[in-house]
Nanobody
Framework: VQLQASGGGLVQAGGSLRLSCAAS????????MGWFRQAPGKEREFAAA????????YYSDSVKGRFTISRDNAKNTVYLQMNILEPEDTAVYYC?????????????????WGRGTQVTVSS
């Protein structure tokens, strides 16, 4: 699976962005998809994940209630709608695919990673 994230940019605090991650390959619909992020000087952290069918989602406490993950298996695409953005959300956002099972927050279980897209939130 090859992943390409897009949709990042510069936005003011309180604003919104929608990230997309397009996947190639036939394993997309059978993969748990996740979004992770890495801020400058910090470790990569989990943000959100969605099950194969889209019926289950999981969020980190830091984004819960503000971010929404969704997927369109017909388009091989996963999305991350980010609302009420805060300067603390500034990071490179990565999408990742886990074809082995529902372990949403464990980065090591995600076998495929995109290159990331920069999100910068100004105060």
């Amino acid at each position: 699976v090859q992943l390409q994230a897009s949709g990042g940019g510069l936005v003011q605090a309180g604003g919104s962005l929608r990230l997309s991650c397009a996947a190639s390959g036939r394993t997309f619909s059978s993969s748990v998809m996740g979004w992770f992020r890495q801020a400058p000087g910090k470790e990569r952290e989990f943000a959100a994940a969605i099950s194969r069918s889209g019926g289950s989602t999981y969020y980190s406490d830091s984004v819960k209630g503000r971010f929404t993950i969704s997927r369109d298996n017909a388009k091989n695409t996963v999305y991350l709608q980010m609302n009420i953005l805060e300067p603390e959300d500034t990071a490179v956002y990565y999408c990742a695919a886990n074809p082995t099972g529902w372990t949403p927050i464990l980065a090591r279980r995600y076998e495929y990673w995109g290159r990331g897209t920069q999100v910068t939130v100004s105060s």
